[in-house]
């Protein structure tokens, strides 16, 4: 069973930074995306970084280029979201997704706040 288990959300004024933690465990395709999708409160889920093992594309949603970076620990079956730059718009439930041929897989999702 795949299960993805993120942490390092909280409660952080404009202009700080989190790091948000997803580790990944219980599958062993090699082909496959795994990100990061936030949900705001009273607004769909969206896109927020990924990347695609099989070229390693990286993609980035408009609303965060130049201030969140994705990096990725194989060793570990870790992704990371390093967020910088924080603003209240950034404010939501940050979850971990994982797709591939085999089906979509979601962590709990953890909350990020940005106080103005």
């Known amino acids: 069973e795949v299960q993805l288990v993120e942490s390092g959300g909280g409660l952080v004024q404009a202009g700080g930074s989190l790091r948000l933690s997803c580790t990944a465990s219980?599958?062993?395709?090699?082909?496959?995306?795994i990100g990061w999708f936030r949900q705001a409160p009273g607004k769909e889920r969206e896109g927020v970084s990924c990347?695609?093992?099989?070229?390693?594309?990286?993609y980035y949603a408009d609303s965060v280029k130049g201030r969140f970076t994705f990096s990725s620990d194989s060793a570990r079956n870790t992704v990371y979201l390093q967020m910088n730059n924080l603003k209240p718009e950034d404010t939501g439930v940050y979850y971990c997704?994982?797709?591939?041929?085999?089906?979509?897989?979601w962590g709990q999702g953890t909350q990020v706040t940005v106080s103005s």
């Open positions: 997704h994982l797709t591939s041929s085999m089906g979509r897989y």
């Open positions: 219980g599958f062993n395709f090699n082909d496959y995306a």
């Open positions: 990347i695609r093992t099989r070229d390693g594309d990286t």
